[in-house]
């Protein structure tokens, strides 16, 4: 009976047939202890105590807890500061450049791609929705992560992007490369190819439908669209469109889809519809603009002048309270220099370090549907826990410093 690990006066009274509710709580996985815990639903908490069992959160205490576990972290004086598990909504895992073959994609998968997937979790990233990418070399990748048998951050993916006859990126990203035209994308010149392709990417089990609606000078046909969206719907599948004018976007959000995976980065929203229909049609958008920030090594006077539009229309966007989601659009580039451009150009738009936090944790949960499992550090959610050197509250290169990366209860990363 040991391996129960019943405590002697349970044993007894099992013997008696005369069990009551035992006093103290059966052995946990791991205890954190007097640590700062930003819950990442609105509250911080001072030498609390967080308890995993089971890859979930057992208990959020405010003070410490008698609990017996495996793994016990205790952070008192350390500085260090439990928040929830970073979450990126708008990834591509493996990048294009090189890979023209199924070989070349192989190899990739063999021999960089494990070394990707742990810059990701040393970045604090947990979660990651992948927006497009080979497929199905991707959805074989998403099982084994989640079987256990790849070390990575939790994977959601769209699989093929679904674009216009000689849209992006088979003309911008891929234009050279007729593998990856064909391996990433489905080029839908008709409305009857839309929905048999969204019919094939709903029974390979994708978590979203990746339209490109417009980009680079190249509009997909609204039958087309509308076909995506109707077809889409009769699965329950989420629509993600990318857009880049306020003209296309309000189109697309007037074809009825889920999210914009990023905000109209070209023109201005104001003395336009579409924040109002954006509000209407609670569509949910991707931040997504950390590339073209002050936080971009490259950043040039061209680049400023298109970023102050951009910011403008994410003020507009946060002003109307539409949920705006953390995503790097992270394509082969480190991680933690991706997340950090990303947090400086959403200080530059004028979020403040809580806003930033709650973006890229609970509210990317919300935007992925996903904030039942994830997004905060409360009981019954899985339990993705970062841990970093200092306060991010009061500096935000805090999330620079990271210690401890934990998923699902399991701790990947420990530099303490
Ligand atoms: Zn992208």
């Excluded at 959601?156 to 490369?177: D, E, K, M, Q, Y």
């Excluded at 569509?283 to 603009?289: D, K, N, P």
Aim: hydrophobic share 45%.
């Amino acid at each position: 009976m040991n391996h129960l690990h019943l405590r002697p006066a349970v044993a007894l009274c099992l013997l008696a047939g005369a069990c009551s509710t035992p006093e103290v709580a059966p052995r946990a996985d791991l205890v954190v202890t007097n640590a700062r815990v930003i819950t990442g639903a609105g509250t911080v908490l001072e030498n609390a105590s967080v308890v995993v069992s089971d890859g979930r959160v057992r208990e959020v205490s405010p003070a410490a807890v008698a609990t017996q576990a495996d793994v016990v972290m205790d952070l008192s004086g350390t500085g260090y500061t439990v928040l929830p598990g970073l979450i990126d909504t708008h990834v591509h895992l493996i990048p294009s450049g090189g890979i023209d073959s199924d070989e070349a994609l192989a190899r990739y998968v063999e021999e960089r791609l494990p070394g990707r997937l742990e810059s990701f979790l040393a970045s604090g990233t947990t979660t990651i929705y992948d927006a497009g990418d080979f497929w199905p070399t991707l959805s074989d990748i998403r099982a084994r992560i989640a079987a256990g048998k790849l070390r990575g951050p939790r994977l959601f993916a769209v699989g093929l992007i679904l674009t216009a006859p000689g849209g992006h990126p088979a003309s911008t990203i891929c234009r050279t490369n007729p593998y990856c035209q064909k391996a990433r994308m489905v080029q839908l010149d008709t409305p009857a190819l839309a929905r048999e392709t969204v019919d094939k990417l709903a029974r390979d089990g994708v978590n979203g439908i990746k339209v490109v609606h417009e980009a680079a000078g190249i509009t997909m046909s609204r039958e087309v669209l509308d076909a995506v969206v109707a077809q889409a719907r009769v699965h329950g599948i989420p629509v993600d469109s990318h857009n880049e004018t306020v003209a296309s976007s309000i189109e697309a959000v007037e074809a009825g889809v889920t999210r914009l995976v990023h905000p109209p980065r070209f023109g201005r929203v104001e003395g336009t519809k579409f924040v109002d229909l954006v509000v209407d049609r609670g569509v949910r958008i991707a931040a997504t603009v950390g590339s073209g920030g002050p936080g971009n090594a490259k950043y040039t006077p061209e680049m400023a002048a298109l970023f102050e539009v951009l910011k403008a229309n994410v003020q507009a966007i946060r002003g109307r309270n539409v949920l705006l989601s953390f995503g790097t659009d992270n394509a082969g580039g480190d991680p933690a220099e991706r997340v950090w451009m990303e947090v400086q150009a959403l200080q530059d738009i004028g979020l403040s370090p809580e806003q930033i936090l709650a973006t890229m944790t609970r509210d990317s949960a919300i935007y992925l549907g996903r904030d039942k499992d994830l997004g905060t550090i409360a009981e019954g959610k899985l339990a993705d826990l970062l841990i970093v050197a200092g306060n991010p509250l009061e500096e935000l290169s805090a999330l620079k410093n990271v210690r401890v990366v934990v998923k699902d209860g399991a701790v990947l990363v420990d530099k303490r």
